[in-house]
């Protein structure tokens, strides 16, 4: 009887340390800055049919009159395209070289998360612009390729953190094909709150347009569901596939 109460006596110690423990990391998560705004944030995400966007320009096509549809959305403040949305699990990461820098094995290169949006992105998630510019509709396909790059990437890429004009590029295919930074922006947690700021990139879908993608909506209302249907229906009127 004696062994048995102290038994119950021990596990319950445990369990009490185990809560305040569990208790204290759940108030520190939030109390984490995580780079952007969930607010009034609505997302969805969505694929096209590769038989039928079999091109890169009928893709962009799509997404061009697809973001416009939504936009005009009653109840839609803001609205943009975006790869993976932060904290979704979605993500990309590619080594990369810098420009004027000694090339480097592949396994000794530095990685960088890629993630592929639309002008005004950064605006709807109120990721703040630290210098430089936004996307616009002329850096579209055959055009030179441009980013935007996250404030951890761009001291990398040059020492005082002013990267603007900087050159890099991912090793994401069979050829490289070299980017340069046109803005910086905050340091936005992706994958975890509790995570060390990554090396983010962030590309124009007019130049590297994907079937996959995601939509991040600010509504004006409280309830983001309010609009959940209204914008089904803009992504249908455009294509019901």
């Known amino acids: 009887h004696h062994t048995l109460v102290v038994a119950q006596l ?3 110690v445990v369990l009490l340390v185990s809560a305040g423990l569990l208790t204290r990391s ?3 998560l939030a ?3 995580p780079g952007f705004d969930p607010d009034r944030l609505l997302t969805l ?3 096209l049919p590769v038989t039928k966007y079999d091109a890169e320009p009928k893709i962009a096509d799509m997404f061009t009159r697809t ?3 939504i936009r005009a959305v009653p109840g839609v403040d803001k609205a943009s395209l975006v790869r993976a949305t932060p904290l979704n699990g979605n993500g990309e990461r590619f080594p990369y070289e810098i420009d004027g820098q000694a090339p480097a094995s592949r396994e000794n290169l530095p990685q960088v998360h890629r993630n592929i949006v639309s002008a005004g992105y950064f605006e709807t998630m109120k990721i703040p612009r630290l210098a430089g510019r936004d996307f616009t509709a ?4 055959g055009t ?6 996250n404030q951890t990437l761009a001291k990398k890429l040059s020492p005082d953190g002013n990267a603007l004009g900087a050159r890099f590029r991912m090793l994401d295919g069979a050829t490289p094909v070299w980017l340069t930074v046109v803005g910086v922006v905050g340091d936005a947690r992706h994958f975890q709150l509790n995570e060390r700021p990554h090396d983010q990139a962030y590309l124009h879908y007019l130049q590297k347009p994907l079937i996959f993608t995601e939509i991040v909506v600010r509504t004006t209302s409280a309830d983001p569901m309010s609009v959940a249907n209204a914008v089904r229906s803009a992504i249908w009127r455009v294509d019901r596939d």
């Open 10 to 12: 021990a596990v319950c």
């Open 26 to 28: 759940l108030i520190a």
């Open 31 to 33: 109390g984490v800055n």
């Open 45 to 47: 995400q969505f694929r």
């Open 67 to 69: 973001i416009a549809e």
């Open 138 to 141: 002329e850096d579209r396909a």
């Open 144 to 149: 030179e390729m441009v980013a935007v790059v």
